[in-house]
């Protein structure tokens, strides 16, 4: 089991930046964020593969996000910059242990609690 434990939302301005953090309590091969708006779909958002570094980008957030991590710290942050209030979601950290699939929330086995984002105009 491993358990994710998100950090650093908030509500902001649009424009503003906010930086997310998430923590696992053991390794990881795959690590996401996804967020869910009222009344939305969950949907990804950004992705890492942990061991080779490789990165992905939902297209309404590419150029803005920016997705990394701590292996040491068995952490993954996501600095969100230029937020607009389209981004205001619940935000959930996720992780798979053994592959990275494609970026929907059944190829992730272990998630975090949310953390919620609002973005004002």
């Known amino acids: 089991q491993v358990k994710l434990v998100e950090s650093g939302g908030g509500s902001v301005q649009a424009g503003g930046s906010l930086r997310l953090s998430c923590a696992a309590s053991?390794?990881?091969?795959?690590m996401a964020w996804f967020r869910q708006g009222l009344g939305k779909e969950r949907e990804g958002v950004a992705g890492?593969?942990?061991?080779?570094?490789?990165?992905y980008y939902a297209d309404s957030v590419k150029g803005r996000f920016t997705i990394s991590q701590d292996n040491a710290k068995k952490s993954m942050y996501l600095q969100m910059n230029s937020l607009q209030p389209e981004d205001t979601a619940m935000y959930y950290c996720?992780?798979?242990?053994?592959?990275?699939?494609?970026?929907?929330?059944?190829?992730?086995?272990?998630w975090g609690q949310g953390t919620q984002v609002t973005v004002s105009s």
């Open positions: 996720a992780a798979d242990r053994y592959r990275c699939g494609t970026m929907l929330p059944v190829n992730f086995n272990y």
């Open positions: 053991g390794n990881t091969y795959c």
């Open positions: 890492i593969h942990t061991a080779g570094r490789h990165t």
